[in-house]
């Protein structure tokens, strides 16, 4: 059972344009990570997004986390190319020993 | 700060064949965590160790796999006997534990060719 549910899957855009990608799950976290992987590296922490309805700005990277706390959002603007590479969201529950629950992941192409 | 280190970077195993893995976390993290990642995919926690002990290793196959942090500081994972299934990138992370946030830090990544 996937706890996580990320989508799209697969995103392939051209340069300039916008793009939203989304996690869901039917579980509660007390907060939500989100990673993106670049080729032959580890994933790389973005944000953590903790409070229902909470809204993060990283440059033009917009992160939203649900009002109830099960889902999340990733919304880029003006994509570039830089911005390709595996999108991964990971949520956290108290008492959990640390362990995050991942997502599968949304594999953006920004193409020039 | 250094970061965590891992190696080797990529192995080419046949099947059958052993092969061990090893991280060194960044310096003070307690918990450190193995990652089994398929292409494409997210990562699958295979283990966790907080300090020297497993807090949660329900994924890993152990009747092929085994890990240890003897020291509570660097990790070795080994496969033995490997099987072609197991080819993936195996990656390391470690975060500050119980004192701190959920946030892992992540190695490199060992990616595994089992032919």
């Known amino acids: 059972t996937q706890l996580l549910e990320q989508s799209p899957q697969f995103l392939s855009i051209q340069e300039g344009e916008n793009l939203t990608v989304y996690c869901n799950s039917s579980s509660v976290f007390s907060s939500l990570q989100w990673y993106r992987q670049e080729p032959g590296e580890g994933p790389v922490l973005l944000v953590t997004?903790?409070?229902g309805g909470e809204v993060k700005k990283l440059k033009r990277l917009t992160f939203q986390f649900g009002d109830a706390r099960k889902d999340s959002s990733l919304h880029i603007t003006a994509a570039q190319p830089g911005d390709t590479g595996l999108y991964l969201c990971a949520g956290a529950r108290d008492g959990n020993n640390r362990k995050l629950i991942w997502g599968l992941g949304t594999s953006l192409a920004v193409n020039p | 700060e250094a970061g965590v280190a891992q190696s080797p970077r990529y192995k080419i195993i046949e099947k059958r064949q052993s092969v061990a893995f090893w991280c060194n976390p960044i310096s003070g993290h307690a918990t450190l965590y193995w990652y089994q990642q398929i292409l494409g995919q997210g990562p699958k926690l295979l283990i966790q160790f907080q300090n020297n002990g497993v807090v949660d290793d329900s994924q890993l196959p152990k009747d092929r796999f085994s890990a240890e942090r003897l020291k509570g500081v660097d990790s070795t994972l080994k496969i033995q006997p490997a099987k072609l299934e197991d080819s993936a990138v195996y990656l390391c992370?470690?975060?500050?534990?119980?004192?701190?946030?959920?946030?892992?830090?992540f190695g490199p990544g060992t990616r595994l060719t089992v032919t």
């Open positions: 992370a470690s975060s500050l534990g119980l004192a701190g946030g959920y946030e892992q830090y």
């Open positions: 997004v903790v409070t």
